[in-house]
């Protein structure tokens, strides 16, 4: 399965983004759909995930009301809407998936990646 994340850039404080994960190859009703990001020097971290069975969603505490996942079927899309960004919100974004269908915030249950994109958050 390949995975190919885009939109990151460099943005304001307050400003927002809006991060596409292109995946084809994947059971669209099935797997699920994680968004993780890696600091320089942190451990990567999940930010949020989305159901392929019935679209839930689940966020880490850290971005919950500010950043939305929502998924596109017709287009094999998942996008993460990223408002009210931070400086400590400045990190690589992954998208991936797993087999199965758990949806978790876990990176380790995450077999399947994209080459990330890179999101800064500066004045």
């Known amino acids: 399965v390949q995975l190919a994340e885009s939109g990151g850039g460099l943005v304001q404080p307050g400003g927002s983004l809006r991060l596409s994960c292109a995946a084809p190859?994947?059971?669209?009703?099935?797997?699920?759909i994680g968004w993780f990001r890696q600091a320089p020097g942190k451990e990567r971290e999940g930010v949020s995930c989305?159901?392929?069975?019935?679209?839930?969603?689940y966020y880490a505490d850290s971005v919950k009301g500010r950043f939305t996942v929502s998924r596109d079927n017709a287009q094999n899309t998942v996008y993460l809407q990223m408002n009210s960004l931070k400086p400590e919100d400045t990190a690589v974004y992954y998208c991936?998936?797993?087999?199965?269908?758990?949806?978790?915030?876990?990176?380790?249950?995450?077999?399947?990646w994209g080459q990330g994109t890179q999101v800064t958050v500066s004045s």
């Open positions: 991936a998936t797993r087999d199965g269908h758990y949806c978790g915030l876990s990176y380790y249950d995450f077999g399947s």
């Open positions: 190859g994947i059971t669209w009703d099935y797997n699920p």
């Open positions: 989305i159901r392929g069975t019935d679209g839930s969603t």
